[in-house]
């Protein structure tokens, strides 16, 4: 089992979504898993039970929202490297192992890549890949679904802040060196669920406005209907 790394999980409801998430994973490196689970649907929990019967790599612990459910699995953490990952990010072949190459080379305090979904929808993306690079250069930007934490690191921010009902990932990520971020060339696939479910420019809007107010605290303390 790798040493470097444990991959903490948020999960609620996925169904099999999460079950495909983590036989991708399994089949690309051999690691801790730690699933924050929060989910109320019967089949759901089944699901998860019957796979960490399978995969003794896998533990389930209690979730909740994304700051408390990462923060709940970082407590377990031992290994230098976290990686949080969201349960509907399907990683490429080799982009986890070059993240974490690249956070030990590198010495990087935290690590992301870029992000590639559904057809309509890839040109937020591509939008936001210049956004990012662009904000790195003075307060770093990491979409939660893929954040590669030196441990140490995070332990000293004190983690996700449970407070925060959004933008919680970017909210953490602001606080991190820009010299001690990189953003590497390799990718993920998301589901386009959060544009269809919010859409497109609620999504957009939520980005820029989480940017606009990066120096206020108590903005990221507001839900504004997220999770409605």
């Known amino acids: 089992m790798n040493q470097q790394l444990t991959i903490v999980i948020p999960c609620k409801n996925e169904g099999k979504g999460i079950i495909d998430v983590l ?8 690691c801790r898993i730690i699933i924050a689970d929060s989910s109320t649907e019967e089949s759901s929990i089944l699901l998860l039970k019957k796979y960490k019967l399978i995969y ?29 990952l969201d349960a509907d990010i399907f990683p490429y072949q ?18 992301t890549c870029k992000y590639r979904t559904d057809k309509g929808y890839n040109w937020i993306y591509r939008i936001f890949d210049i956004f990012q690079w ?5 307060k770093p930007f990491a979409l939660g679904g893929f954040m590669l934490f030196k441990t140490e690191t995070f332990n000293k921010l004190e983690g996700f802040n449970e407070k925060d009902k959004i933008a919680e990932d970017y909210h953490l990520s602001s606080k991190i060196k820009p010299n001690r971020f990189k953003i590497t ?11 269809n479910k919010k859409g497109v420019w609620y999504m957009i809007k939520l980005a820029w406005k989480s940017w606009l107010n990066r120096n206020n605290d108590e903005f990221f303390k507001q839900d504004f209907n997220y999770w409605k």
């Open 134 to 138: 662009y904000s790195s250069k003075t």
């Open 185 to 195: 060339n390799d990718f993920v696939y998301t589901s386009s669920r959060r544009f």
């Open 23 to 30: 036989k991708l994973i399994s089949s690309q490196i051999d």
């Open 94 to 111: 080799n982009t986890i192992k070059g993240c974490v190459r690249c956070a030990i080379k590198g010495k990087y305090d935290l690590v």
């Open 56 to 84: 003794k790599n896998i533990e389930i612990i209690k979730g909740g929202l994304p700051a408390s459910a990462r923060n709940n699995g970082a407590k377990l953490v031992i290994t230098p490297y976290i990686l949080f």
